[in-house]
């Protein structure tokens, strides 16, 4: 049987309740088991897959085609594991799930009610992912304890506990500890008001996990202090956890105050210590500041750095990799047109054009993918990114000067990214989005085959445009290659230019396979040529 470790936040939201959850995870894999992630966000949407990157960063996908938050992004990176949709729910999918089941008779008439229904399908979830092949599931609750909307999610966890027995679970509670800098003094009241306030519902965290700024000081005194009035243990059961510099620097921070020892002694667990020494030394790359700089511009039409996590976190692993430095720009492809955009992207080793919905922007896109085509820049165009370079390649090479794509230009007469109707309802009903895994088979003597050294690779999706397999032969014919596609269902997957140092555009996401010590081929080879062009 699986045993549980519940993370739960406190004080405020954006404490890094996901790091610490990928981080122990870390630590316990590190030491032998095998471990699984869960996050449980308490929105009403029914998935992040309509909600703005503006507000809550990039989508992630997994292998089987969910659309989960970023945090599972992170699960993925830390554990090195694929997680499935399974591993994110939300209170919309939860009630969708129950509304549903009520219309079609599944409680026999009783009044649905959120205890015990809600709970129960809470509990149903989080035991989803555990199983006799998991020894630890690590559950991260969204939200701040106190919100409304995070209570059924809250009660169900008092519940299973209960279930489980005490051996079987270990609640850790993250909180804030503010540094008032007019007072000269760290305040632990917050951390006691928030503990407080989940013993009100019935919840006893087992460990203490509290945030602060990197110059605050977590002395012994301060620990014993918050252990009394936190009803932990032992002060062993408060755990400092500062800024740092990276967020992979945070499994070593914990693991130097003992926190997988303690989460282990809860669960009645022994295992031998993490031997972190590959991990340590890929953190030991990334902080020397001393190495040299390869600076790359990701290019979209959001502002917000989150929106593009997995993409800049594929940049630094790459840049681990070669033992440089990564200097990373967001740059706003709707501020970019063509008397501008030399100035603002002069300075770059490299250029992303990232995936993203809708009209803004693109224009600016286009102009980038001309710009790096023209001037030899290592270029990577990703969803949109490969649909824009192509479109370009199309206006400014094969003479195809009315080229765009439909889905901003819906009645336009040359459409080289186009919806394959044949499509619609198969991959999705009533839709054409590809989401999750796909083959791409990979032409030999690409770059992309030298990349991948691989025939068939599977990589995933999320978009709903494909390449317009109408113009292929005339892009072709002007030098545009197409090294991927997926034989299946006829669809263009990767194209790249020949007289290029590296001109890659991908109609996949490459950033979701990425991991600390193990990059991508993708961003390995544009970070490789980058610096070969230094």
């Known amino acids: 049987m699986s045993k549980y470790v519940f993370v739960t936040g406190g004080v405020v939201s954006s404490l890094g309740k996901g790091i610490t959850a990928a981080s122990l995870g870390r630590l316990l894999i590190n030491r032998g088991f095998k471990v699984a992630s869960q996050k449980l966000d308490p929105y009403l949407n029914a998935d992040p897959s309509h909600m703005s990157p503006q507000q809550h960063g990039e989508v992630f996908v997994t292998h089987d085609g969910g659309e989960c938050d970023l945090d599972i992004g992170h699960y993925e990176r830390f554990l090195d594991r694929e997680c499935s949709k399974n591993c994110n729910y939300t209170s919309g999918k939860i009630y969708s799930t129950i509304i549903q089941r009520g219309l079609d008779g599944g409680y026999g008439g009783a009044t649905i009610q959120v205890v015990p229904h809600v709970t129960n399908e809470i509990k149903a979830v989080m035991r989803s992912v555990g199983g006799d092949d998991i020894d630890v599931v690590i559950v ?18 008092r519940q299973f506990e209960r279930e489980l027995g005490s051996d079987n679970y270990c609640h850790v509670h993250v909180t804030l500890l503010p540094y008032l800098e007019a007072a000269g003094e760290v305040k632990t009241k917050p951390t006691q008001h928030s503990v407080k306030m989940l013993t009100t519902l019935g919840l006893m965290p087992d460990i203490v996990v509290c945030r602060s700024n990197a110059n605050v000081d977590l002395d012994e005194d301060m620990k014993a202090k918050i252990a009394m009035f936190c009803n ?49 030394k890929m953190v030991t790359v990334y902080m020397d500041k001393h ?78 993918s001309k710009y790096a085509r023209e001037n030899g820049v290592p270029f990577l165009g990703i969803g949109l990114g490969m649909e824009t370079a192509v479109i370009e390649f199309a206006r400014n090479v094969a003479g195809l000067s009315n080229a765009n794509s439909v889905e ?46 691989t025939e068939i690779v599977r990589e995933r999706h999320r978009h709903r445009f494909e390449i317009n397999n109408d113009y292929i032969d005339t892009l072709s014919q002007k030098g545009l290659v197409v090294s991927g596609k997926n034989e299946a269902m006829n669809l263009v997957e990767a194209i790249e230019l020949k007289d290029h140092p590296f001109y890659i555009g991908v109609m996949y996401h490459p950033e979701f396979a990425s991991r600390p010590y193990r990059p991508q081929p993708l961003f390995d080879g544009l970070i490789a040529t980058a610096i070969d062009m230094k």
């Open 232 to 280: 932990l243990d032992s002060p062993s059961n408060v755990v400092h956890n500062p800024d740092c510099g990276s967020i992979y620097q945070v499994p070593l921070v914990l693991k130097s105050q003992n926190f997988d020892d303690t989460v282990l002694k809860k669960l009645n667990l022994t295992a031998p210590d993490a031997n972190m020494d590959e991990w340590t």
């Open 140 to 157: 991260e609750i969204g939200g701040t304890v106190g919100d409304m909307e995070g209570e059924p999610f809250l009660e169900a966890i």
């Open 408 to 453: 901003w230009c819906e009645d336009c007469d040359t459409p080289v990214v186009h919806t394959r109707q044949d499509l619609i309802g198969l991959i999705k009903p009533n839709d054409a989005m590809r989401l999750g895994s796909y083959d791409c088979n990979i032409q030999k003597n690409t770059r992309l085959y030298k990349l991948y050294n």
């Open 291 to 368: 190495l040299p700089k390869v600076k790359v511009a990701i290019v979209g039409k959001y502002s917000v750095q989150d929106a593009y996590i997995s993409v800049t976190e594929s940049i630094k692993h790459a840049c681990i990799a070669h033992n440089v430095t990564p200097e990373v720009v967001i740059v706003d492809s709707e501020k970019i047109e063509a008397d501008n955009v030399a100035e603002i992207l002069s300075t770059f080793d490299a250029i992303i054009v990232a995936g993203g919905f809708g009209v803004g922007g693109n224009e600016g896109n286009i102009e980038v």
